[in-house]
């Protein structure tokens, strides 16, 4: 869902997306599935800050977004759920 002056509107059926003035919605998932498939990968919130040129306290911030988004208490939690709801993938 898009929170856009708050009211709701669907968006891919399973994440929810606050629109943030110069931070377009669409990259924001993006960059937030991006941090998950490195969670699910077992990287830690500083190296996944170095792969993906952010601050470490940026990682923090949309880990705590994913967790709010999927209802996850923990890293591993919302890893499962977005392995369940088809959201990240493992490859190899």
Known sequence: MIWSSGIPTPLCG???VVHHPGYPAEAR?????????????????KEIAEVIERLG?????????IFQKLG????????TIALQRGIIRLDG
């Open 14 to 16: 399973h994440a929810l």
């Open 29 to 45: 998932l993006v960059v937030e599935q991006e941090v998950l498939q490195h969670v699910a990968r077992g990287l830690a919130n």
């Open 57 to 65: 306290e940026t990682v923090q911030a949309h880990l705590e977004r």
């Open 72 to 79: 996850a208490n923990d890293r591993m939690h919302a890893v």
